[in-house]
């Protein structure tokens, strides 16, 4: 059995509980984010994180030259290197790739970003960030075949061999099509999705395929993003995708248990 599991970057994560409950399991591909080290190193270097509001309402992270520079650095540095000493600590061989290595994941460059700004839409010419378009699923299965654990994380490459910054749900969802993974775990700072933000026990426990656009609607700002990406991965042939605390002790086998969201 194939799985991926997915560790949020923003505050309040636990990627120490993860890498433990993953201790002895060769058959999985780890994704990372890594939200809370990116703004903590752009503050550190003199470059605090920006957002912006997309005409459509989306908030999203500035990604200009300089910002991107500040994502590669501790996504790609600190929190992958993290996750990959973390696991050989614990006896696992890990190998850290982001979308470039090897060209991993493959992007489209997003044209004509858009801000509000002051009321005024504005565009964003030199913004790099971008969408998934394709996975080397081979890469990654020929590293588990050699006994490699893939720990894989954002920014992503574009055919003209530009670097640009990728969400790292829409990332999870990409590769777990790709591996053709049993399951996805989307562990992050919340118990689940839930009916009412800030009511740990408002999960939502189970979502039908066709329940999906319901749920959207309740879901709001980040986890809008799970969401839409547990639907892509449904609709990329993942049987089974949970969306599950990382927080709490053995987050892997509680969400592969049916803790948290379950969409099948
Ligand atoms: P991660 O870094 O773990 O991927 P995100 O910050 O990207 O986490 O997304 C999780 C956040 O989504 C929660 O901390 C919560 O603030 C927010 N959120 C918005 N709507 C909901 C909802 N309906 N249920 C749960 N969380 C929600």
Known sequence: MTVVVKIG?????????????????????????????????????????????????TVS??????????????????????????????????????????????????????????????????????????????????LLSLGL?????????TDAGEVVNVDADAVAAAVAGAVRAEVLLLLTNVPGVLRSVGDPASVVPRVARDGIDELLSLASGKMRKKVVAAREALAAGVPRVVIAPSQVDGPVGRALAGAGTVFA
Do not use: M
């Open 9 to 57: 970057g923003a505050a309040g994560n636990a990627a120490a509980a993860v890498v433990a409950d993953l201790a002895g399991r060769t058959d999985y591909v780890l994704v990372h984010g890594g939200s809370a080290e990116i703004d903590r190193l752009g503050v550190a270097l003199g470059r605090p994180p920006e957002h912006f509001t997309s005409p459509s309402g």
């Open 61 to 142: 992270r500035r990604c200009d030259p300089a910002q991107l520079e500040t994502v590669v650095l501790a996504l790609a540095g600190t929190v992958q290197t993290g996750l990959v000493a973390a696991l050989e600590a614990r006896g696992t061989r890990a190998i850290g790739l982001s979308g470039v290595d090897g060209r991993l994941l493959l992007a489209r460059r997003k044209t004509g970003v858009r801000a509000v700004v002051g009321g005024k839409v504005v565009r964003l010419p030199d913004d790099l960030s971008g969408t998934i378009e394709a996975v080397d699923g081979g890469l990654l299965r020929s």
């Open 149 to 157: 654990t893939p720990v894989v994380g954002p920014p992503a490459i």
